[in-house]
């Protein structure tokens, strides 16, 4: 049965979000996989790959990481990242991830990397943002945040895998003074 | 309140999909906007944005169209595209829906471009690929299926705005013989 990974835990969907009825685990007609299906008012529940927007904020050589103040990997480092929300440009998703979460505001946003993350249903996309000034200050999920240069960035420290893929190609770019858009898969968290 | 878009319908949640109970409709506290929270369960139902990954299949400068036998837009042209699903890859996802709708298998896939379409909560990834031989057939979702040249391409017969805007986009690339990667707001359906 499929499970619906939210905030880091799995759910099984069980009941109808539109009549509350009980809901089936079944192959409809036409389809080629299984879905929840409530047999009372007849809507399928797709369940999809979330989005999640993050950013590599830039000044002078130096990135701006954050380190985490919530589960999963409390006190871990990373770059601001998040769920795209409904009505919001993924560009405009970094930007907020990145103020939420460092308290600096970033412009100029290239897209950099697309990660597949199959095995929690995710979606990373990956900016390069311009930092508009110095200005920084840890948020409600931050227990710090600081301008690393390149020698001081802490990688047996970053909270997952997909940053860690992201930030070491994103160095190999920056030697070769050249930013191709990227595509990748990630395995593990 | 937030509306949920399915299959071009809207939708309005109603039950918890954990023990279904009616949800209340409110801002919770450290949150920044009002989501769909379950008051006997706790659960926060959030909804995000959904992608929808295609691909335009090239062989010899000619591309792959198929025409929708399906809603909305029946009748008109289009690439193959379709929801990504959970598990699956982004390229998978194309080479997948080129095969249902076309009956031709794609290889080599590029990322061509990414399209926010806040309006109806989705985010379109489109891919180049490369038709791997000139058999192609209508599949279930689709009236016919047809390579075009350029000068072929029928624009006002085409199904969405996105898919004008990738290929217009497409095409003037083609002439650079340069393909960079492409972000976009597309407004209207």
Redesign the interface.
Known sequence: M?TIF?GGKA?I????????S??SYRISK?DD?PR?ICDVCG?????????VVGCIPEMEGRVLFCRRAIRPRYGKWTIPAG?????????AGAIRETLEETGAKVEALK?FG?Y?L?FI?Q?Y?IFRGRLIDDHHQAG?ESLEVRLFKEEEVPWAELAFSVIREALHTYYQDRLNEFF??H?G?IQEA
């Open positions: 499929q939210k759910f969907v069980k009941y109808c979000n539109q009549c509350g009980k809901l036409g996989r929840f809507i399928i529940h797709y369940e999809n790959p979330k989005m769920y795209l929300e409904n009505g919001e440009t993924m560009e897209p697309l597949n199959t249903n979606v996309l409600n191709p858009f595509i898969d």
